[in-house]
């Protein structure tokens, strides 16, 4: 298939807003592999702007990362966007890596400073090995020329930030060095990310900042979430879920849930909206759909 889309993650924030992307990890055996191909399938169908793909922990899927990324780049007409994280790659690797996607065509990167591996994991991280994901920023920018860069973002906070003020110093400081926009971490009150954007641009942080959401479809995601991302479930979600969890219809109040909130998120100003899908297209695919029908798409 001859590849459609020349136009960068950043241009399109600007051109078709509202821009909407899709977040998938690599499926690591062939039932995974058979979930990704009939979830993308029913996604590519409803013509998203993006996808991207994220790096497991301390580089865990590193080559099933770039082979997934490869080959989205080659086969599909939508955009894709690499995720890049420091945590299990050397200066040197990175290096290499960004230049190897770039080669295979790969112009959208979203540079992370990743996380740590699993408690329990035997680890040793690369000596040279960079800290933060500041330092990603500039690796792509010195290797890989002309290309959109993307980093990430906290409406509530990064949990280990040393306070709110720190966190958005350190995001000014990825845009400083060459950040072109940003992606938040999931939140589901959407006053966290109107108040975070105010804030970016009183720091002068004037880069698009595309709001992720996940439509929650069992309770116990809400829990893991609270626990691993440090982001606040609003008591009335926790408790419609709650009441779903009995009558067998939490798939349905997530959804519904997170097509409010994308709503209400488009209406108050977002740029679009990144779906972190974890591989399974219903929900995304039907808050997608319902998003569509109200009027909500993209500019061709
Ligand atoms: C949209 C999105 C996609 C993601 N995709 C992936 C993925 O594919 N793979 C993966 O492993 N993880 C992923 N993550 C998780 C992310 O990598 C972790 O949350 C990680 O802990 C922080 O990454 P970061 O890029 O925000 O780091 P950084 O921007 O480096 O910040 C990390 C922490 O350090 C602080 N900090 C930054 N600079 C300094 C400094 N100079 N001095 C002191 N403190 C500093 C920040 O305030 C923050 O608390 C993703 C997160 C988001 C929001």
């Not at 013509?47 to 922990?57: I, L, W």
């Not at 996607?101 to 035997?122: C, I, K, Q, S, T």
């Not at 479930?233 to 109040?253: D, F, H, Y």
Request: glycine residues 8%; charged residues 20%; negative net charge.
């Amino acid at each position: 298939m001859t590849r459609s889309v020349t136009e960068s993650m950043h241009e399109l924030l600007y051109r078709r807003n509202p821009m909407f992307s899709f977040e998938f990890f690599p499926p690591k055996d062939e039932a995974e592999k058979k979930v990704l191909a009939a979830s993308l399938e029913e996604l590519a169908g409803l013509d998203p702007c993006f996808v991207s793909v994220t790096c497991g922990a301390a580089g865990s899927t590193r080559d099933l990362t770039r082979d997934l990324v490869c080959s989205f780049q080659e086969k599909y007409s939508f955009g894709v966007m690499a995720h890049v994280t420091a945590t299990g790659y050397s200066r040197r690797e990175l290096a290499e890596l960004v230049k190897d996607y770039r080669r295979h065509g790969v112009m959208n990167f979203l540079a992370l400073r990743g996380d740590p591996p699993r408690a329990g994991v035997n680890w040793t991280p690369p000596a040279d090995q960079p800290d933060y994901a500041l330092e990603v920023v500039k690796i792509i920018r010195d290797n890989a020329p002309g290309v959109s860069v993307g980093v990430a973002a906290y409406p509530e906070t990064h949990p280990s930030a040393a306070s709110p003020e720190a966190d958005l110093q350190h995001l000014g400081e990825k845009v400083a060095a060459g950040a072109d926009f940003a992606v938040t971490q999931m939140f589901f009150d959407n006053d966290h990310y109107v108040s975070f954007v105010e804030r970016s641009r009183r720091a002068g942080i004037d880069v698009p900042i595309l709001p992720g959401i996940m439509p929650i479809t069992r309770i116990g995601q809400a829990e893991r979430f609270e626990t691993l991302c440090q982001v606040s479930v609003p008591t009335a979600l926790r408790s419609a879920l709650e009441s779903g969890e009995k009558a067998g219809t939490t798939r349905e109040i997530g959804v519904s849930f997170a097509t409010a909130q994308a709503t209400d998120l488009l209406r108050r100003g977002a740029p679009g909206i990144h779906f972190f899908t974890l591989n399974q297209s219903r929900a995304c695919h039907t808050v997608f759909a319902a998003l569509q029908a109200m009027g909500w798409k993209s500019n061709r």
